[in-house]
């Protein structure tokens, strides 16, 4: 900051301040992309196995590593493809062939099945919507006679710390476990309430969940999507209570 | 010159702490201090950023336009601070998905652009260096200590560790923002009880 300077001069020095600024950037974010995409990806399996009901942590807390992770994924889950439209898994289709956007609009849904000694005893799909502020990402896995649930996660989201965000604590995705969701032949709805179940329903309800105080918008955001997207997958497990 | 040197570094761990004495970067300190984790990597990624935009602003500061000057210091912060971002994206996922945005908001903080601006842009890049070295420290200290108060009352444990006695019942108001104001006042008050300075009202 000594003497004065000429326009020019600020201009030139802001434009190079920009451009190095910005080459910096760019290459960071190119170097770093494949680890930043490897630990998202990492992530959405760890999850998969929380809602399969899958310590992910070990006594200390700590999360168990990639490479086991992977192995599970290897020796116990399939993935399979179903078709949005019918409910029919679709041959030779994996993750890879799916794009967001058919994700998104329901059009190609994933599936995954836990086996154990080659039998199927548990399934799980990814479940999301509209919460308060944005979209909340889980899995919603449910047991071997397809009318209960295993477990749930909900792993992404922009809710508010401390209220909607309380949607990511393992105090409110441990109430669903066990909750029936079909019965009698056809589908029950599925209730996140207001305030609490012992609350709302005085003689017990077992389809229905403690909500969360402060978040009474996120509770029926969750309520929603799970309910269409049980819906959605229900095309396929019709057939396979069936049989 | 050793001394003074010596003094830029000391200086704002303790006589001149920026969130003690200053009272700059509270917002980050009651936010991510309920765990000692969350709070040590908030703490080095805000030191570098500290450390490192004093330097680079520094060695730089005949040839910043005096106009533009606040303008450059931002996007010299910013990068430094999207860079740590992504570091920490990149190897320490669990830990940044727990600092969520706060990271991103180092760019905010009060500390950062108020050492540029009181220090960077007046002196050598040595000092200047030491100086974002010292108040990084100095921000870090208070964090570890508010940290520590907070996992070890509400969680019973110390860098996840088991401190408390087996069945020690959380206190959940430790872990709210109230437990952490609780405790930066307190340790406000007695800091400034220790080394005697008080705000001549």
Redesign the interface.
């Known amino acids: 900051m000594s003497m004065p300077k000429g326009d020019g001069y600020v201009i030139g020095f802001a434009a190079v301040i920009c451009v190095a600024c910005s080459v910096l950037l760019s290459a960071a974010a190119s170097t770093l992309k494949a680890k930043q995409d490897y630990n998202v990806e990492l992530d959405r399996k760890m999850n998969v196995l929380k809602a399969f009901g899958v310590a992910t942590r070990d006594a200390n807390g700590k999360a168990i590593s990639g490479a086991e992770v992977e192995r599970i994924f290897r020796e116990n889950i399939k993935e399979v493809i179903l078709d949005g439209a019918t409910g029919q898994p679709l041959e030779g289709v994996t993750s890879a062939d799916v794009s967001a956007k058919e994700l998104a609009d329901r059009v190609k849904l994933p599936l995954y099945t836990f086996e154990e000694n080659g039998q199927v005893v548990k399934y799980a799909f990814p479940v999301s919507g509209k919460g308060l502020w944005s979209t909340i990402y889980g899995y919603l896995a449910l047991n071997q006679d397809l009318a209960t649930i295993a477990g749930v996660t909900f792993y992404k989201h922009g809710e508010t710390p401390g209220l909607g965000g309380e949607v990511e604590k393992d105090w409110f995705q441990e109430n669903f476990k066990g909750k029936r969701i079909f019965g009698e032949g056809v589908l029950i709805p599925f209730e996140v309430v207001k305030g609490t179940v012992a609350d709302k329903y005085p003689q017990g309800n077992d389809h229905a969940v403690d909500g969360i105080s402060g978040a009474t918008i996120t509770g029926k955001g969750v309520t929603k999507f799970i309910n269409s997207d049980l819906a959605n997958y229900e095309k396929y497990f019709s057939l396979k209570r069936g049989t | 010159m050793a001394n003074n040197l010596k003094k830029t570094i000391v200086d704002p761990l303790s006589d001149n702490n920026p969130v003690t004495i200053q009272i700059l970067g509270i917002c980050s300190a009651l936010a991510v201090t309920t765990k000692v984790d969350t709070a040590i990597v908030m703490s080095v990624s805000l030191t570098a950023v500290t450390a490192f935009s004093n330097l680079i602003i520094s060695l730089m ?9 606040i ?2 210091e931002l ?2 912060v ?2 430094l601070v ?2 740590a971002d ?2 920490l ?3 320490m ?2 830990i940044s ?1 727990q600092l ?1 945005v706060f990271v991103g908001l180092i760019i905010t903080n009060c500390i950062v652009l108020g050492r540029l601006e009181a220090f960077a ?1 007046g002196n050598k890049p040595l000092p200047s260096l030491l100086d974002g070295l010292g108040n990084g420290l100095g921000y870090s200290a208070v964090l570890v200590a508010v940290a520590s108060m907070r996992e070890i009352l509400g969680f019973g444990t110390w860098h ?1 560790i088991q401190l408390m006695p087996a069945g020690y019942q959380g206190n959940g108001l430790m872990l ?1 923002a109230p437990g952490a104001f609780f405790g930066l006042g307190l340790l406000i008050w007695a800091q400034r009880q220790i080394i005697k300075k008080f705000e001549t009202a």
């Open positions: 500061r005949n040839m910043i336009p005096g106009r533009i000057r303008i450059v996007a010299v910013s990068t999207i860079l992504q570091l994206k990149a190897y996922f669990d998905r969520s842009l996840g709210l």
